[in-house]
């Protein structure tokens, strides 16, 4: 009976080590995740992959291409798809989707909220359209685009921001300068 009590012992005390083992390697990459996150937002590019598509009528999609938004200093690359009623529609275009575009941005503004999350808005003009973007991007690099335009309904997107990447060095992960 003594040789099942001290193996119950053993084996409870193994348990609750590994468990607050996996706990600080979470909380670790955790902060790694963030201190990317936050070199990242203060470079430019600044390029986040959308892999997820809301439109306000049409049912959201996951999207197979792949789409992004690339902001550079003084400039965007839109290249994201567009689902949605157009209230005046472009026939220049030819069936491209309105944003799909390089331009200049205006009223470019990145904010750190209280949460640890970067509020980026900003506005680009493609030909006599003018559109407004507005991204959240959160800690762990998740991304939500939100785009209006005054001669379309809106649409928000999802994705990933891309971070830069880490070098290994022994148990110590750093970032590449």
Same mark, same amino acid.
């Given at each position: 009976m003594y040789k099942l009590l001290a193996f119950i012992l053993i084996a409870v005390c193994s348990a609750s080590c590994v468990s607050t083992q996996k706990a600080e390697e !979470?909380?670790? @990459?955790r902060r790694v995740s963030q201190l990317r996150v936050v070199n990242a937002m203060s470079k430019r590019p600044i390029k986040v992959d959308v892999d997820y598509m809301m439109p306000r !009528?049409?049912? @959201?999609?996951?999207?197979?291409t792949n789409y992004s938004l690339t902001i550079f200093n003084d400039s965007v690359d839109s290249y994201l798809p567009y689902f949605g009623v157009a209230y005046q529609s472009n026939l220049a275009d030819h069936m491209q989707?309105?944003?799909?575009?390089?331009?200049?941005?205006s009223n470019l503004t990145i904010v750190k909220s209280k949460k640890n999350a970067f509020h980026i808005t900003f506005s680009a003009k493609k030909g006599n359209e003018l559109f407004d973007y507005e991204l959240l991007i959160f800690d762990n690099g998740k991304t939500q685009i939100q785009v209006q335009d005054s001669a379309r309904e809106s649409i928000m997107f999802s994705g990933n921001l891309v971070l830069p990447e880490l070098i290994k060095c022994g148990n110590d992960a750093r970032l590449k300068q």
């Open positions: !979470r909380a670790h @990459a !009528r049409v049912p @959201a999609q996951h999207l197979t989707s309105p944003l799909t575009f390089t331009s200049k941005v």
